[in-house]
Each structure stands twice: as structure tokens, then as C-alpha cells.
């Protein structure tokens, strides 16, 4: 498409070039831009519209990649990237060999810190911002340092833990609160109330903003002058009680607005005005998530990541078009039996941290909404809350997705296992989840868990297993996790065997060669064998899904010990301290001496992409293990 301005803006530098009064033209070429952009390679469409005008005018006033950005999540970074030289890569976002999902410094020098994971924008720009000052940067040149957070990433405890620390520390740190009343779903909690609070006392804005205005129209007036206004300002609203308890300025970080943020030539002034303030400080803007594209400001957790749509209808397009009867989504199997679950046993409950449409326990909480507990994106505070709820006797099932779920460690550990607490946790995501790439492949959950005592894993090979799983877990006693990946349930309409606890199935006999699996990758490795069967592969193969981690099912163990001079492993997980661990440590612990070859993720970070193409590369899929299983030596 023709664009008139953004077509010739490669770098913040050409931004600076058009004129003040041009932005909005700007913004409404990068709204049409990544609208066009995002129909038909899918990303997060409804926060990167939202923050479209806070980019521009931040790249405006701001000198970077010497000033810091930092995004938090980096989902609301599109405008960004199109702006800072990635204009013509855009169309690769997210894909296999493409742009990032979200910010990644590897990928460029205007991504100042790695994005993905909630709530670490303040912590990690305010180590930047002193660890700037320490050093004195070039020529004794002090850079700016911006975090940029949504308000659904602050009510994380990391952000406060931040927010403490900025109170406390000499800097300069500027943080941008980007409050639309949003996290994917609606956000709850006093956080947000008190946002609301803030942003509907009107009389009190007005008045502010009365000072405002007149102090930024006074552009004669020097820098000192200014700053005093200012200053004055914002003491003068210590004088209303609503406001002299501003949890920013209680912290002694200056606190401005809230104020439009899709006004964006108010927002170059007033960030011109604050950027040299001496002193931590908070802007808090209002912006609406999905803004300038009605169907993504209509239903804004739909639109937070729609997949494909058609620009001109707004009809998204489905996956499921052709009317085929198609396998449900691992989430959708896990909320259904939740409820199922929750409607026979009172104490259960469900516990998610701000992923209720994505896990999918809004199916609970449309029927039982008092027994549904969304806790915002806090994924400790979940961790540590349902051990508070099991100690009273009740029964979590607490929903995290796996890489989310790195961020409560020691909640699991201490608050959890310590105590052996009955607390469910059905963990989401696991294995590759694809196109959001490294940050949050779900590939560490076996390794990390297994040597938690008293911890229970086990995971599901079919959407009946994953039934039966959380059946069983509601009779067991202690922590349970069930792990299972994203997408549609694989192995649909696979023969039910009756899941017990501790206990693995064998899925085939063999003569040669057994292969232990654990989940759903175990569907691959019987296609795999199947494939080697037509090719009449000499040697016979046994296949048994282990599911279970732990406690290991030791009569499988003993048996294939016996009988096998090697075994095959496969896992979607980080080789080192999953199934292939406990296999070899179970073996050598019992005087088996097997050639165990550990199928599984390497030490290594993986990039983004499809599922697909991402388990091809790392020769998981049926190719990859049939490939592996050719080139075992049998004896
Ligand atoms: C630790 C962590 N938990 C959960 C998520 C999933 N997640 C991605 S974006 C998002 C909502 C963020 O809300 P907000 O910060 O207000 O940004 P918005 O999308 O509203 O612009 C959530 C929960 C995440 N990225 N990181």
C-alpha cells in the first residue's frame, strides 16, 4: 500500500522529520498498516493498536536506541518495530526465521531488554537507568530510561517489587502506565479499581489539568520556572485527599495524568515537559485496547490475538472451516471437566492468573463464577494462594501455563510441597507452543518439577487421559501436575485404557528396541513406528507411554530393563532432568545396563514458529523420530 509518511520512516531519526501537527497521520498509517498486516500473518492486533500513539510520540521525543526503551511483554511493540527499521520484515512477524514475537535485543538495538513474560519492565529499565548512571555513559551523557507497562502487567509482584525499588534508589527512571482497564480478559482487583479511582476524579483532573496546560503554553519561560510550576503542581494535588494518597507519589515517585493516550500530540508535549525531571515519575495514560479498528474495540480478550481476519468484514476466519468434525483444544477438555468436577465436589475451586479464556477456565466461571478465582497476573501469588485455600480444606485446581508457571518456583517448593498440600496443578502450554517463541515454550516444567519432593507429574497422551488425570487427582493427597500442550488434542479417538495412578500403558509389544514416551508426544512415536512398520523395518519395536514422571512406573522399568539392551526416551521437554533423566537414573540405581538414547530438547533455547515446523527442526515430530529410531544400533 501506498503510505504516504510511514513508507519513508526506516528509523526514529525520519520520524523527528514530520511535522508535530503531521503525527496523527503517522498513527493512522501505522493503525492501517499493521490492521492489513496482522489479517493475514497473526499477532497481538488488539494491544499493539492501543499503543500506536504512545510509540510515535515516545520515538519522537525520546533519542533512541541511546534513550531505553523498555516493553513490557512486548505484545504492544508492533508500532515500534515498524518504526525502528523492521517496516519491511514486518510481514515475517512471529514466523519461522522471522521477526520476534515480541522485543528481543538480539534482533534489534532499539529492543533495550527481552520481552515476554509480564511485569519486569520497571525492575529490569531501573537497573538499566543506574547501572547507566554508574558507568556515566559516553561523554558523560546520561540516557533516558522508559518503561512502558500495561496496567494488567502491574498488578504482577514483580512490578511492585520494582516500583519499591525505584522509591528508594537515586534515578531518573520514567515509567508509562498503560491503563486500559484490560489484561486479556477484564482486569479485577483493587489495583484496577484504584486506577478507575484515579482516573474519575474528575474535578480534581480538571484542576490539574487547568495547571497543566497553562504551564506547558509558557514556552517563554525557562526551564527552571517551568519545572517549579510543575513541581508546584503536583504538590498542589497532595491538598486532595483522594490524591494525597497517590500510591505513586505515597512511594515518592512523581506521579502525572492520567491523561488521553491516543492524543498524540498532547503526548510529545508532555513528555517533553517531564523528561528532564530530576526523579522517578509515572505517567499514566488512558488508552483503549483494540482503538481504531471497531471489531478489536468491540471485544477486546477475542481480539487481544485473533488469528486471521478479513479487514473490510471483521469476520475472523476459523481454523475449523471445512465442517469437519475436528478434535477439541487441550484447554477446552481441561475447562469442561473442571466444571464437570466442580458441579460433584464443593470444595473445588479454580485458580488462574489473568488466563481464564486462554486456559479456559471461563467455562467454569460463566456457571460458577464464585468458585472461579482469576487473581491477575501473579502467577506466585496463585501458587501460594491455593496452598492458603488447601490448607482450609478446599481443593485448587490451579491453572498456569507452563512457562508461566517458572515464575512461582518457590511458591511450588515451599509453600506447596513443603507442607504436602493438596493443590492441582493442571499445567497448560506445555512442550513447543510455536509462533510466541522462546519465552514461552513450555519446555522446562518436567525437568524443574521432578526433583520437588512430593510432587506427583503425570501427563496425558489423549483428551481421555487428561480426563482421568484430573479425576485422579481429586482422590489423591499432596501436590499433583498434570502437564499438557497446547492446540487440539492429538491421539483423538485413540483407544481408552483406563488411567491409573503411578501407572504407564503398554501401547505395543516389541522385540528389539522399546521406547518409553511420556504425553502427547507419544503420539508421534507411534505414528513413527507405524511408518517404520510399512517400511518393514526388521526389528520390532515396543512402545509404552509412561505417563507418569512421578512416582515412575517401576514394573515397567524392571520389565524393559530385562528385556531390552536399548531404549529410546521421548519427551517435550529440555533432555536434562526430564523422562531420559529418570530413566537412566532408575536404570543405573537397579543394575540395569541399558543404551538409553534421550530423545528431547537440547540444551538450547528454541526460536519461534509453527508447532510444525519448530518440532521438524528439532526432530520430534514423526519424521525426526522415525529418522532417530533408524539410526539406533540394535543389538
Ligand atoms: C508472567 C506472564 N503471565 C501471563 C502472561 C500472558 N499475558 C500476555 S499479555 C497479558 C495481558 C497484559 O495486560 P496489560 O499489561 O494490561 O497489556 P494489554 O494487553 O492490556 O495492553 C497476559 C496476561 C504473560 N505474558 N506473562
Known amino acids: 500500500m501506498d503510505y504516504k509518511y510511514i513508507n519513508k520512516i526506516d528509523s526514529p531519526a525520519d520520524l523527528k522529520k514530520v511535522k508535530l501537527e503531521e503525527l496523527p497521520d503517522v498513527c493512522a498509517e501505522l493503525r492501517q498498516f499493521i490492521i492489513e498486516a496482522l489479517s ?136 508509562v502506565l498503560n491503563d486500559n482497564n484490560m489484561a486479556i480478559d477484564p482486569l479485577k482487583g483493587g489495583f484496577t479499581q484504584y486506577l478507575v479511582d484515579l482516573t474519575t476524579s474528575t474535578s480534581y ?13 509558557l514556552h517563554i519561560m525557562n526551564e527552571r520556572k517551568r519545572q517549579r510550576i510543575l513541581r508546584r503542581h503536583t ?114 475451586v479454580g485458580i488462574t492468573p489473568a488466563m481464564p479464556s486462554g486456559c479456559s477456565m471461563s467455562i467454569m466461571q460463566k456457571e460458577l463464577p464464585d468458585r472461579v478465582f482469576d487473581v491477575g497476573i501473579a502467577e506466585g501469588h ?46 497448560d502450554r506445555a512442550g513447543i507452543v510455536g509462533n510466541d517463541g522462546a519465552t514461552h515454550h513450555g519446555l522446562l516444567d518436567l525437568a524443574y518439577l521432578r526433583p520437588i519432593p512430593n510432587m506427583q507429574i503425570c501427563a496425558p497422551r489423549t483428551a481421555e487421559d487428561l480426563r482421568q488425570m484430573m479425576d485422579l487427582a481429586e482422590k489423591m493427597e499432596g501436590p499433583v501436575a498434570i502437564r499438557y500442550p497446547r492446540g487440539r488434542v492429538t491421539g483423538y479417538g485413540l483407544q481408552v485404557t483406563e488411567v491409573k495412578y503411578g501407572k504407564g500403558v503398554k501401547l505395543r509389544d516389541g522385540k528389539d528396541l522399546a521406547v518409553l514416551s511420556i504425553g502427547s508426544i507419544g503420539n508421534a512415536v507411534s505414528e513413527a513406528i507405524e511408518e517404520l512398520k510399512i517400511k518393514n523395518y526388521e526389528f520390532k519395536i515396543a512402545h509404552y507411554d509412561m505417563r507418569w514422571l512421578k512416582p515412575l512406573d517401576e514394573e515397567i522399568l524392571h520389565e524393559v530393563g530385562k528385556k531390552y539392551k536399548t531404549i529410546v526416551t521421548a519427551e517435550d521437554g529440555v533432555i536434562a532432568g526430564g523422562l ?55 543389538k
Not at 276 to 283: E, F, I, M, S, Y
Not at 397 to 415: G, K, M, W
Request: aromatic share 10%; proline share 4%; with cysteine.
Open 580 to 634: 531420559g533423566s529418570a530413566v537412566l537414573e532408575w536404570m543405573a540405581d537397579h543394575g540395569y545396563t541399558p543404551h538409553v538414547i534421550r530423545l528431547g530438547v537440547n540444551d538450547q533455547f528454541v526460536e519461534h514458529g509453527s508447532t510444525k515446523e519448530l518440532y521438524h527442526m528439532l526432530k520430534l515430530d514423526k519424521e525426526g523420530i522415525c529418522e532417530s529410531l533408524l539410526q539406533v544400533p540394535v
Open 382 to 427: 496463585a501458587v501460594t494462594f491455593s496452598a492458603g485455600l488447601a490448607k482450609a480444606g478446599m481443593l485448587p485446581y490451579c491453572n498456569i501455563y507452563s512457562t508461566f508457571l517458572q515464575r512461582a518456583y518457590d511458591n511450588i517448593v515451599h509453600d506447596v510441597a513443603l507442607q504436602n498440600l493438596h493443590v492441582v496443578f493442571c499445567i
Open 205 to 217: 483532573n480538571k484542576l490539574r489539568w487547568w495547571i497543566y496546560k497553562a504551564a506547558s503554553k
Open 40 to 175: 493475514t500473518n497473526p499477532g497481538h492486533l488488539g494491544s499493539s493498536l492501543g499503543t500506536i500513539e504512545l510509540t510515535v510520540a515516545l520515538h519522537y521525543v525520546f533519542d533512541t536506541p541511546n534513550d531505553k526503551l523498555v516493553w513490557d511483554v512486548g505484545h504492544q511493540a508492533y508500532a515500534h518495530k515498524i518504526l525502528t527499521g523492521r517496516r519491511d520484515r514486518f510481514h515475517t512477524n512471529r514466523q519461522f526465521k522471522g521477526l520476534s514475537p515480541f522485543t528481543n535485543p538480539k534482533e534489534s538495538e532499539y529492543d533495550a531488554f527481552i520481552a515476554g513474560h509480564a511485569s519486569n519492565s520497571i525492575s529490569a529499565a531501573l537497573g538499566i537507568e543506574i547501572g547507566n548512571g554508574k558507568l556515566k555513559m559516553d561523554n558523560g551523557k546520561f540516557s533516558n530510561v522508559v518503561a512502558i507497562i500495561g496496567d494488567g502487567a502491574m498488578t504482577g509482584g514483580l512490578a511492585f517489587e520494582g516500583l519499591n525499588n525505584t522509591s528508594m534508589d537515586k534515578n531518573n527512571l520514567l515509567i
Open 235 to 348: 504538590s498542589f494535588k497532595a491538598m486532595f485527599s483522594k490524591n494525597a494518597n497517590n500510591i505513586f507519589t505515597g512511594l515518592n515517585i512523581r506521579y502525572f495524568g492520567p491523561t488521553d493516550g491516543h492524543d498524540v500530540i498532547n503526548l510529545v508535549r508532555i513528555l517533553n515537559e517531564i523528561k528532564n525531571h530530576r526523579g522517578p515519575k509515572v505517567l499514566h495514560i488512558i488508552t483503549k485496547k483494540g482503538k481504531g479498528y471497531a471489531p478489536a474495540e468491540n471485544d477486546q480478550t477475542v481480539w487481544h490475538a485473533p488469528g486471521e481476519f478479513n479487514v473490510a468484514s471483521g469476520e475472523r476466519l476459523q481454523v475449523t472451516g471445512d465442517g469437519l468434525r475436528v478434535p477439541p483444544l487441550w484447554q477446552e477438555v481441561f475447562g469442561e471437566k473442571l466444571l464437570e468436577l466442580a458441579k460433584g465436589n464443593e470444595k473445588i
